[in-house]
């Protein structure tokens, strides 16, 4: 059946807003989690926040047109694997969070659009021309700036955002692959499953901070024991809990209604929310050297994602 023209206008644009509004809401997770991360252990932050994903989750999904009946899926192993890379790419993000300021994180992390370049000619064997080339060895550089040699924690934090970016890129390739038979609700309850499982194990395994007392911010975060939150604190968990299911919500969905090519960009908006909340919350302004390496790795991501549009229209005026 032939859509309207209309409709097809109508779709792209609230995929668009989709995007802007998950990414905003995305950046507020981003401040609560390093807000959090100087008291708690990240296992303690990642369950109370999947928890309260979790029932947000719920709420929505019984409220919704066909209501729990969407979670029911005959692709568990896939969703497995999706859980697995997103739990990685999460965890490797919040450990850089702690150690690094907020706008440089999220520039890092704004990688993960070369980083599909890569996986393509990998595993899906694309074609990828000289231009493209360029964009990514220019992110790349990016990249290294950030890393800032001989700066030895922020060195460390920033190969866990490398790491996250790779994984983020993997989770979005999923997604892209299990769109067709699963809705966006099912993507993410079991991405909080995943979350509650691994977060429950590691409290078991270092809960009481048998491993703690690491100099450096990242372990520190990693290994410190539970402690019960005061009352002060709770808005913080109650907005990382929030921010993540609905912004995680609408990301999907926002892939889900239109190409990745198109929808990506706009997740850029995350990046002067990061630099607003640094400053506000945290009195950080990103310095020259964080200039340079978010210009670069911004720029990059960006005309890749361009150029992969023009690609696909290309193909599409050739077919």
């Known amino acids: 059946m032939s859509v309207s023209p209309e409709?097809?206008?109508?779709?792209?644009?609230?995929?668009?807003?989709?995007?802007?509004?998950?990414?905003?809401?995305?950046?507020?997770?981003?401040?609560?989690?390093?807000?959090?991360?100087?008291?708690?252990?990240?296992?303690?932050?990642?369950?109370?926040?999947?928890?309260?994903?979790?029932?947000?989750?719920?709420?929505?999904?019984?409220?919704?047109g066909t209501g729990f009946a969407q979670l029911v899926t005959r692709r568990p192993w896939d969703h497995l694997l999706r859980v697995c890379i997103v739990v990685v790419s999460n965890a490797s993000y919040f450990l850089a969070l702690a150690a690094m300021p907020l706008a440089d994180a999220v520039a890092v992390a704004y990688v993960s659009p070369l980083f599909v370049t890569l996986l393509s000619v990998l595993l899906l064997r694309?074609?990828?021309?000289?231009?493209r080339w360029a964009a990514v060895c220019v992110g790349m550089l990016g990249v290294i700036v950030m890393l800032r040699p001989g700066a030895g924690m922020i060195q460390t934090a920033a190969l866990f955002v490398v790491l996250s970016a790779l994984c983020y890129a993997l989770s979005h390739m999923m997604t892209r692959r299990m769109r067709d038979t699963e809705s966006a609700f099912a993507l993410n309850f079991y991405v909080q499953i995943g979350f509650v499982v691994v977060s429950i194990t590691?409290?078991?395994?270092?809960?009481?901070?048998?491993?703690?007392?690491?100099?450096?911010?990242?372990?520190?975060?990693?290994?410190?024991?539970?402690?019960?939150?005061?009352?002060?604190?709770?808005?913080?968990?109650?907005?990382?809990?929030?921010?993540?299911?609905?912004?995680?919500?609408?990301?999907?969905?926002?892939?889900?209604?239109?190409?990745?090519?198109?929808?990506?960009?706009?997740?850029?908006?995350?990046?002067?929310?990061?630099?607003?909340?640094?400053?506000?919350?945290?009195?950080?302004?990103?310095?020259?050297?964080?200039?340079?390496?978010?210009?670069?790795?911004c720029g990059a991501g960006l005309y890749t994602l361009w150029r992969e549009t023009a690609r696909r229209k290309e193909r599409r005026h050739e077919a």
Request: net charge neutral; aromatic share 12%; with cysteine.
């Open 7 to 64: 409709a097809a206008r109508k779709t792209v644009l609230t995929g668009i807003l989709l995007a802007l509004g998950g990414s905003v809401a995305l950046s507020v997770n981003d401040v609560a989690i390093k807000f959090l991360s100087g008291d708690y252990p990240l296992h303690q932050v990642i369950l109370i926040r999947a928890l309260i994903g979790f029932a947000s989750l719920a709420v929505i999904i019984h409220f919704s």
């Open 126 to 131: 694309e074609t990828v021309g000289p231009r």
């Open 202 to 297: 590691m409290g078991v395994v270092a809960g009481d901070g048998r491993y703690a007392g690491s100099p450096d911010a990242s372990l520190a975060f990693l290994f410190r024991p539970w402690v019960w939150p005061p009352m002060h604190d709770w808005p913080a968990f109650l907005a990382t809990g929030l921010s993540v299911s609905i912004g995680g919500l609408m990301i999907s969905q926002a892939y889900r209604l239109c190409e990745a090519g198109l929808i990506a960009p706009f997740e850029y908006a995350g990046m002067p929310m990061a630099i607003f909340w640094g400053v506000m919350v945290f009195g950080t302004w990103p310095d020259t050297t964080a200039w340079a390496g978010i210009a670069l790795i």
